[in-house]
C-alpha cells in the first residue's frame, strides 16, 4: 500500500467531514483469484496429519490453506486498520461450510485460537490473531431470496454488494454507511445507520443464522435459540463462524435527503452552543431521520438525512442561521447513500465508540474541554449520531443481547495519522480523550466499536446481558477455541 504524502492526508481529513457517517474511510479489497492448494498446504490437509473427524475429503473448492511463505497469504491478511499486523499461522479462506468445519477441526488439532474475518474492518484487529488460525469467510457470497421480504446471504458480503443486491431491487436491510464493512461483522455485533430509527438494528432483522460451531458442525440457529438471543449484538466471534444469514426486509424508500451545516474556526463557546442546540434539533426528528454532529480541527459540520415527509427545515433553521455555510441534496435513495461508502484503502486510524449519551447534559460540563482536547490533537475526530426511536422497540430488546438501547446517541471518537510512527502520540492523545469522558461518567460502548483502553469493557459492551452471554458460551464454545483479546469470558 503507497505511503500518502501530508498534503494528501489533510485533504482526507477534510474530506472526512464531507459526507459522514462513522468513518468515512473505507476500502474494497481487490478480488483474489485464489491460488491452487500447494504441496505445503496440501500437507497440511493430508488425511492421516489430521484428528478422525476430519478424514472426510476436502478440497480447494472448500478452502484454501495459506501459510506464511504463500504468495496470497499477505493479500488476506490485509486489514482495514494499518496499525494491526498479526501475522497468523494459517489463514484458512473458505468457501464451504465444509471448508470451515475443516479448518476449526485443524485449529483444533493443532490447539490454535481462532478469529473469524469477514469484512476486516474490526477496529482492533479482533479478527485476526499472532500465530493462530484465521478462517476467512469473505469468499461466501451466495445470495438466495426466500420472498420478496426475505433474503439469506453469504457471510462474506460487504455493505456495498449488499446494497447493491437488494436496495437494487427496492428492497431495503437497515444497515450501517461504509461500502467496505462485512454485513457478518456489523450486524452480529448491532449495526445501526440511517435507516435504525426507523427499522431497528440490522440484528434486529436477523430472522436466523447458520453457523459453524466450535466442534465442526453446522447449526441453523432460528428465532427462538438462545444462540440466536446472544448473537444479536454479542456474536462477533464468540461462538462459531457465521456462514450465512436470512434477514428480513423492508421497502426502501424512494428519495433520500441530506443537509450539511458547516461553521468553520469554531471556538469553545461556539462548539458549546452548537452542539446544545444539534441535540435540541435531533429531539424534533421523526423516525425517518438521522442526525450527526462531527468536530472535525475547528469545523464543526452536522449532517441531517430525512427520508420522510416531515419537513425539518423549521428544525434546522437555528443552526443555520449562524453557520459558515450549508449545502442540501436530495436522490434516489441507493445513488444517494453511495455517498457515504467512504474510502476504500486501509489507513492508520484509532477509533472507539466514545458512549453512548442521553442528550447534552451527559456533556455539558466537560464540552469545552473536549473541544480544547480535540482541537490540539493532531488528526483527531469527534463525532454524535442519533439512535433512538425503534431501536428501543421492546420487542428487539427483549429478542437480542444488544443493551443500552435505551440511549438516544453514540459518540465516535476517531483519530487518523499518516505512518506508523505516528501511532504512539495519537494513542496518547486519543486514551486521554477517553480519560476525560470516563471520568465524567461515560461508561456505556458499543461492542462494534471497541477499545482495548476499556477497562470494563464486559459491561460497557453488554451491560446486564454479560452474565447470561457467559453461559451460553459455555455451553456452545466450552473449550474457549474461539477467542481474542475482548471476547466473551467462560463464566
Ligand atoms: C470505516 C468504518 C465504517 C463503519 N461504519 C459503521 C456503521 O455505519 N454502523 C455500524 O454499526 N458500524 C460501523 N462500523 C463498525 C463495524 O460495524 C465493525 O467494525 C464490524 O465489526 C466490522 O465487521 P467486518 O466484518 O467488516 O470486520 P471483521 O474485522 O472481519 O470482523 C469484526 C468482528 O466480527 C467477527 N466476525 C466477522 N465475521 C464473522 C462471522 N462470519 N462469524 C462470526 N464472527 C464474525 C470477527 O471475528 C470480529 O470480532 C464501521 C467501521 C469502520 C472501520
Known sequence: MSQINKRQFLHLLGSISLGLLPMMS??????????????????????????????EHVSESDIILLTRNQADYEQYNINYNKQINHLPKYIAVC???????????????ENLPIAVK????????????EGGMVINVSQMKQVKWISDYEVEVGAGLKLSEVHDLIYAKGKLLPAGSCGGVGIAGLALGGGYGFFSRKHGLTCDSLLSLRMVDADGNLKTVSAKDDLMWACRGAGNGNFGVVSSMHFKLYSLPKNFASHNIYYRKADAH?????????????????NDCFAAFVLNGKTIMMLFTNYGTQNIEAIIAPLKAAATTWSHSSKPTLQAIKRFYGRKEPLYFKN????YYNGFD??????????????????MVFQINTMGGNINNENFKKASAFPHREMQYLGE????YETAGR????????????ALLKQNGINKHYANYPSLNFTNWQQAYYGNNYERLQQIKKTVDPENVFRYAQSIEIS
Open 270 to 286: 461556539t462548539f458549546t452552543t452548537v452542539l446544545q442546540q444539534w441535540f435540541e434539533a435531533t429531539t424534533q426528528l421523526s
Open 413 to 416: 471518537l476517531q483519530s487518523y
Open 26 to 55: 473505507c476500502y474494497e479489497k481487490k478480488e483474489a483469484k485464489l491460488p491452487d492448494i500447494n504441496e505445503e498446504t496440501d500437507q497440511l490437509i493430508k488425511k492421516d496429519s489430521l484428528p478422525p473427524a476430519i478424514v
Open 118 to 129: 469477514s469484512g476486516g474492518h474490526s477496529f482492533e484487529g479482533f479478527s485476526t490473531n
Open 352 to 355: 472507539a465508540s466514545c458512549g
Open 95 to 109: 468457501k464451504t461450510e465444509k471448508g470451515i468445519a475443516h479448518a476449526i477441526q485443524l485449529a483444533r488439532h
Open 423 to 434: 501511532f504512539k502520540r495519537a494513542a496518547d492523545q486519543f486514551e486521554s480523550m477517553q
Open 362 to 379: 451527559d456533556l455539558k460540563t466537560i464540552s469545552e474541554e473536549i473541544f480544547n482536547k480535540a482541537i490540539t490533537s493532531a488528526g
